[in-house]
């Protein structure tokens, strides 16, 4: 009740709920399966989508590469998506140089990272331009 009496009504959407929201957008109209991996420092969330429409949404904790593969191949295995023809696609903490991203190579084929498509200016530059994709996409 502070928060609605100090600044008035407003939507309140859970940090999950902008990250499928935006990627539902981004991948409308798509006849892919498109796995989604927004990493953080130790957890990353997993979204899959096919035909535009959301498949599953899992968040996991990882404490070494080993683990965070082990939860995406399983997680792809549940579903039936082959390594070598599923299109992984990386957004959040992550680069070319990561362990995680060279661990991925290593058993997935098809690995790209995403685009925010933003038009912000910025004072200070992201470090990439999928990087900060819930917090970006939220405004």
Known sequence: ?????????????HVSSILIESLLNMAYQSDNTEVYINVSF????????????LILYNTFAYHSKEDFIYYILFTT???????ETVNLVFIGAISEHD???????????????G???DTYIYKY???????????????
């Open 1 to 13: 009740n502070f928060i609605y009496d100090k600044f008035g009504a407003f939507t309140f959407k």
């Open 42 to 53: 130790n957890h990353f969330e997993i979204i899959i989508i096919e035909k535009s429409k």
């Open 77 to 83: 295995e549940q579903l039936n998506l082959d390594p």
């Open 99 to 113: 362990d995680l991203y060279n661990i991925a190579y290593k058993y997935i084929r098809n690995i790209s990272f």
């Open 115 to 117: 685009n925010r498509n």
């Open 125 to 139: 530059e992201p470090k990439s331009n999928y990087s900060n994709f819930t917090l970006l996409k939220s405004f």
